[in-house]
Each structure stands twice: as C-alpha cells, then as structure tokens.
Nanobody, 123 residues
Framework: QLQLVESGGGLVHTGDSLRLSCLAS????????MGWFRQAPGKERERVAA????????DYVDSVKGRATISRDNGRNTWYLQIDSLKPQDTGIYYC????????????????WGQGTQVTVSS
C-alpha cells in the first residue's frame, strides 16, 4: 500500500528558499502522477504544482510560476517542490497527493494524500 510522507517545512523569512520532499513507500513514484497542494489558514486547499507520471508534463499555479520547481528522484522514490523568493502568501500546510493520471491530479482527484508539512513565511 502506498504511503506518502512530506518533510522540509518550517519557519522561513520572505525571500528565502525551501525544498519540500514527499517520500513514497510501498510503490514506485514512477507509477503515479503527483501534485503539491497547500491550504492557507481559512482558505480551501489549492493545487500548487503537478507532475505527470513520466515527468515530462509539469504545471504550476500562477502565484508560484517562475519561483517553483517540481521534480522527482526515482532512485530516492521521492518528489520535491523547490520554492524560491518565498512570500508570506506562500504560508500554509503543504500536502503531496497522487493519482494514476495527470488529469486527475490537475482536477484535484487524489487517491492518496500525505499528512502535510507546515510552511510559515514571515514578513
């Protein structure tokens, strides 16, 4: 059974960079499309970035375009989200989630979620 564990969150300052990790166990990361989602206080969860099963299709929400990079390391069975030039509005709980196909991730139709990691960006 697939399990996902996020890490890498924390308290950072405006302008800092952060790399979040999503470690998969039980199945290979190459078996899934994957997305990073965040939930800010008082707001609905939104998709931040997504990557296809093959890794050749990627998508980013407008608010992080040019500042974020989603990637995957098959050897470590881990996905990553690097965000540079962090802003206070990047604050939230970041979740990774997977689905069989990219389109499902893009719609937010997620089969397995991680537990989330808190990112707080101070101004």
């Amino acid at each position: 059974q697939l399990q996902l564990v996020e890490s890498g969150g924390g308290l950072v300052h405006t302008g800092d960079s952060l790399r979040l990790s999503c470690l998969a166990s039980g199945r290979a990361v190459s078996s899934y499309a994957m997305g990073w989602f965040r939930q800010a206080p008082g707001k609905e969860r939104e998709r931040v970035a997504a990557i296809s099963r093959g890794g050749n299709s990627k998508d980013y929400v407008d608010s992080v375009k040019g500042r974020a990079t989603i990637s995957r390391d098959n050897g470590r069975n881990t996905w990553y989200l690097q965000i540079d030039s962090l802003k206070p509005q990047d604050t939230g709980i970041y979740y990774c989630g997977v689905a069989d196909i990219f389109g499902e991730v893009m719609k937010g139709s997620i089969d397995v979620w991680g537990q989330g990691t808190q990112v707080t960006v101070s101004s």
